[in-house]
């Protein structure tokens, strides 16, 4: 069973940081790709940032250069680091990843329950 689990959330003023971490755990061959997604309410769940398993990224346009995803595939953990935030940030942050359990299996992709940032002042 594989389980991504995110922490770091929380509430802070805009310009604030917050650096999200997930921890993906269970049985697993490899990690493939990774990423951080958001869902704001009433809106629909969107791609903040991802990252391959060479390390390759990409962001959404209005966290570039704000935002910096990184991983370390020794650990199976993934990071967001997130600097000038601002109110338009305020989201659920899901963790993503595709993975396959064993060397014959698909890549299938993982969930994780989601962590609250919340920027007010």
């Known amino acids: 069973q594989v389980q991504l689990v995110e922490s770091g959330g929380g509430l802070v003023q805009p310009g604030g940081s917050l650096r999200l971490s997930c921890a993906a755990s269970?049985?697993?061959?490899?990690?493939?790709?990774m990423g951080w997604y958001r869902q704001a309410p009433g809106k629909q769940r969107e791609l903040v940032a991802r990252?391959?398993?060479?390390?390759?990224?990409n962001y959404t346009d209005s966290v570039r250069g704000r935002f910096t995803i990184s991983r370390d595939a020794a650990a199976n953990m993934m990071y967001l680091q997130m600097n000038s935030l601002k109110p338009e940030d305020t989201a659920v942050y899901y963790c993503?990843?595709?993975?396959?359990?064993?060397?014959?299996?698909?890549?299938?992709?993982?969930w994780g329950q989601g962590t609250q940032v919340t920027v007010s002042s």
């Open positions: 990252i391959s398993d060479y390390g390759i990224t």
């Open positions: 993503n990843a595709a993975l396959r359990s064993t060397r014959w299996s698909d890549y299938s992709d993982y």
């Open positions: 269970g049985i697993m061959f490899n990690i493939r790709d």
